[in-house]
């Protein structure tokens, strides 16, 4: 009856284990950041959500260095996180004799390791092609839906204003998705921004991309001859 009992609990901890991950792969993640600066005051908002159920709020306004709210939601319940009091701790348990072990060690260990020229001499054209295409992947799941940036500036120079006018131009010309909108000041020195961006990923597609790449050809062909290259090491 005790082994029962035992194997139910284990069953229900393993269903209970595959539940919270399924959960963290599979439900869509939110993020919005937001800025407001304008007369040396400034409001920051910082939202990050999984599902509609978990979320971390950051909040801080006013002067620069005012206090940062933080925040933790769960099923709608609001919890606040206190600041924690830096304490120093000094450690120093090192002795002259432990670190000439440790560097004796480790001088030993780098003997054997592969080195950096034999490691890019693995890598070939087709091996980089498939890792950059996958970091883009990544970045393009990542990357905001919605973005706009809107901005006065004005510096005492006003050619300083025309180049970062100029700069804010191109910018926008390049991200014609985006809401870019910078209005130059030309008589006097002024900054005010207001941006905010969103967006919206979720875990198991970067996995997916993660698992296809590492089973890729060209990554099956860098394990074996790294495999290779290690046991000729190991036997030297």
């Not at 606040?80 to 120093?92: A, G, M, T, V, W």
Request: hydrophobic share 45%.
């Amino acid at each position: 009856m005790i082994l029962g009992l035992l194997l139910d609990a284990l069953i229900a901890v393993v269903c209970v284990f595959l539940v919270v991950v399924l959960i963290i792969v599979f439900v869509p993640y939110y993020y919005r950041v937001s800025y407001k600066y304008k007369n040396m005051q400034q409001k920051i908002i910082i939202e990050f959500n999984i599902g509609k159920a978990f979320g971390f709020y950051l909040y801080q306004e006013g002067i620069i260095g005012a206090p940062i709210i933080k925040n933790i939601q769960i099923f709608g319940h609001v919890f606040k996180l206190n600041e924690s009091k830096n304490k120093n701790i000094d450690k120093d348990n090192d002795t002259a004799e432990e670190a000439s072990k440790e560097k004796a060690a480790k001088a030993k260990k780098q003997s054997k390791d592969i080195s950096v020229t034999e490691y890019i001499d693995l890598m070939n054209k087709q091996l980089m092609e498939s890792f950059i295409q996958v970091i883009a992947d990544i970045i393009k799941i990542l990357a905001p839906k919605t973005f706009w940036f809107y901005t006065k500036v004005g510096f005492y120079e006003p050619h300083y204003t025309s180049i970062a006018y100029g700069i804010g131009s191109v910018i926008k010309g390049l991200v014609k998705s985006y809401n870019i909108d910078i209005i130059p000041i030309w008589d006097d020195e002024y900054l005010e921004v207001d941006t905010e961006l969103s967006g919206r990923f979720v875990l198991a597609i970067i996995i997916y991309r993660l698992i296809k790449f590492l089973l890729s050809k060209p990554t099956r062909t860098l394990w074996k001859q790294w495999r290779k290259l290690k046991k000729q090491h190991s036997f030297a």
